[in-house]
């Protein structure tokens, strides 16, 4: 009985030595990198969150804390002299078979977080990415059978909207292989795109937030901004609703050449998603003439209106 007390405060010894206090940060800092690439590794396959994150940290904590006391472990039998009397020897045998059979216990702990993380690596391999969707962007139907226009008030029956350019402004088919129907004013101009997916048979987008976060979406704006000029600058960004359904919106300025002719300009962008497709307001002029121009512009994209959903 008091070998087993003895045993069970050696054992509870070595838990506090080696997952405790000190000894924790240090098991951290060894299981911080591979730790840190099974992360890495999930969040490319989607796996991502802050509850898997800290699983998987912990379990390689616990891991390292292991191979420290088993290396400690070994350590301290070479240093330990040998003891001839019988009666010692027996109750190294005993205390050894006991420490054995805790090592054991451990180990199998340890193994089966090695197998639980294979487990969940090897689902996440399986089950298709977002690329390996059966998802196509259709072409774009500007056909004048779908067009409506009664003044500045336009009106598309294959892709259910309508908007209301601002008065005086010209309006027409857009030139861009996505942008149904623009207004223009000298430099300023305000675009409808529209993109249609093929979602291969999946569920359409209830809302924009199906389609991604905000951030995603303005990384998107970014990154193609940034191909195109040299000093692209995000002003402002956000969230909000037009016709009552989640939009997001962004607000960037940048710099365009014609021939010698420069302008710097300032781009409005909302972004509303329904069905199988996403829908862009783009609107744009030069900086100078923003903060003029800009009313009109959320007047127009105030009148955006979703129809037949």
């Given at each position: 009985m008091n070998t087993q007390d003895e045993n069970n405060?050696?054992?509870q010894s070595a838990w506090k030595k080696y997952f405790s206090g000190k000894n924790f940060l240090i098991n951290g800092l060894i299981a911080i990198i591979p730790a840190s690439l099974v992360v890495g590794i999930l969040r490319e396959l989607g796996f991502r969150g802050a509850l898997v994150t800290m699983g998987i940290l912990f379990g390689f904590v616990y891991l390292a804390g292991l191979v420290r006391e088993k290396i400690s472990g070994k350590k301290?039998?070479?240093s330990t002299p040998k003891v001839i009397e019988k009666s010692v020897e027996n109750q190294s045998v005993i205390t050894n078979n006991n420490k054995n059979k805790s090592s054991k216990k451990k180990w199998i702990w340890a193994g089966i977080i090695l197998i639980a993380l294979v487990v969940i690596i090897a689902l996440a391999s399986s089950s298709p990415s977002e690329n390996e969707q059966d998802i196509s962007l259709l072409k774009t139907d500007k056909s004048s059978d779908y067009s409506e226009q009664v003044?500045?008030?336009?009106?598309n029956t294959k892709y259910?909207?309508?908007i209301k350019f601002p008065e005086g402004w010209k309006v027409g088919v857009g030139d861009g292989i996505h942008i149904v129907q623009k207004a223009s004013f000298e430099n300023s101009t305000i675009s409808v795109i529209v993109q249609q997916l093929d979602l291969g048979g999946e569920v359409g987008f209830s809302s924009i937030k199906d389609a991604g976060t905000s951030k995603e979406f303005i990384d998107t704006v970014l990154e193609g901004a940034t191909e195109k000029f040299s000093d692209v600058k995000i002003i402002n960004h956000g969230e909000?609703?037009?016709?009552?359904e989640p939009a997001y919106w962004v607000e960037y300025s940048a710099s365009s050449q014609v021939l010698d002719y420069k302008?710097?300009?300032t781009n409005l962008i909302y972004y509303i998603a329904k069905g199988d497709t996403m829908y862009s307001i783009s609107a744009g002029t030069a900086t100078d003439d923003y903060s003029k121009i800009k009313p009109l512009f959320l007047q127009s994209v105030s009148t955006f209106v979703l129809e037949n959903y």
């Amino acid at each position: 009985m008091n070998t087993q007390d003895e045993n069970n405060k050696q054992d509870q010894s070595a838990w506090k030595k080696y997952f405790s206090g000190k000894n924790f940060l240090i098991n951290g800092l060894i299981a911080i990198i591979p730790a840190s690439l099974v992360v890495g590794i999930l969040r490319e396959l989607g796996f991502r969150g802050a509850l898997v994150t800290m699983g998987i940290l912990f379990g390689f904590v616990y891991l390292a804390g292991l191979v420290r006391e088993k290396i400690s472990g070994k350590k301290q039998e070479k240093s330990t002299p040998k003891v001839i009397e019988k009666s010692v020897e027996n109750q190294s045998v005993i205390t050894n078979n006991n420490k054995n059979k805790s090592s054991k216990k451990k180990w199998i702990w340890a193994g089966i977080i090695l197998i639980a993380l294979v487990v969940i690596i090897a689902l996440a391999s399986s089950s298709p990415s977002e690329n390996e969707q059966d998802i196509s962007l259709l072409k774009t139907d500007k056909s004048s059978d779908y067009s409506e226009q009664v003044g500045n008030l336009y009106r598309n029956t294959k892709y259910h909207f309508r908007i209301k350019f601002p008065e005086g402004w010209k309006v027409g088919v857009g030139d861009g292989i996505h942008i149904v129907q623009k207004a223009s004013f000298e430099n300023s101009t305000i675009s409808v795109i529209v993109q249609q997916l093929d979602l291969g048979g999946e569920v359409g987008f209830s809302s924009i937030k199906d389609a991604g976060t905000s951030k995603e979406f303005i990384d998107t704006v970014l990154e193609g901004a940034t191909e195109k000029f040299s000093d692209v600058k995000i002003i402002n960004h956000g969230e909000t609703k037009i016709d009552n359904e989640p939009a997001y919106w962004v607000e960037y300025s940048a710099s365009s050449q014609v021939l010698d002719y420069k302008l710097k300009m300032t781009n409005l962008i909302y972004y509303i998603a329904k069905g199988d497709t996403m829908y862009s307001i783009s609107a744009g002029t030069a900086t100078d003439d923003y903060s003029k121009i800009k009313p009109l512009f959320l007047q127009s994209v105030s009148t955006f209106v979703l129809e037949n959903y």
